[in-house]
């Protein structure tokens, strides 16, 4: 569903964004989950409002056609996201760019694409354009990217 409604998660990023300013580092979008790598402003850690925020703008402007049980319907939940989301602080600059690979190379990794320049829900190309990829980087399928689960 996020790929399929990419403009509707953008529009709910660069609304919280407006609010709670972030720096986007690194994003990735797959048909179900997502990762990315923020930073915020100095001393701001407050990532659980700006996730809850972005899910609930994503979430009530979708219809609402989805089977709730009643325990979210209790809770005024959609079944859309998981409850919670893994944070992680990043240590060093050996850390950062081990989960910058991992995020980029996890349309390959879960099969979406052969080579990480053909996604389209990604800051990948970002990135290429930036000089801190090349556009080639994990491009044959037989080259093996050490980015597991950071």
Request: aromatic share 14%; net charge positive; proline share 6%.
């Amino acid at each position: 569903m996020l790929t399929d409604r990419i403009q509707l998660l953008r529009t709910a990023v660069r609304v919280v964004r407006r609010k709670r300013p972030f720096h986007i580092d690194a994003w990735v979008i797959l048909p179900d989950h997502m990762h990315c790598i923020w930073t915020l402003p100095p001393g701001d850690m407050d990532f659980t409002t700006r996730w809850r925020s972005i899910k609930s703008y994503f979430s009530r402007h979708l219809s609402s056609t989805e089977y709730r049980t009643s325990n979210r319907l209790a809770r005024s939940e959609r079944g859309i996201w998981q409850r919670r989301f893994w944070e992680h602080c990043i240590r060093d600059e050996t850390d950062y760019g081990v989960h910058m690979d991992y995020i980029h190379f996890n349309p390959v990794k879960h099969g979406y694409v052969e080579r990480v320049s053909d996604w389209p829900y990604s800051t990948f190309s970002k990135m290429v354009a930036d000089g801190v990829y090349p556009n080639d980087w994990a491009g044959a399928p037989d080259v093996e990217i050490i980015a597991g689960e950071p």
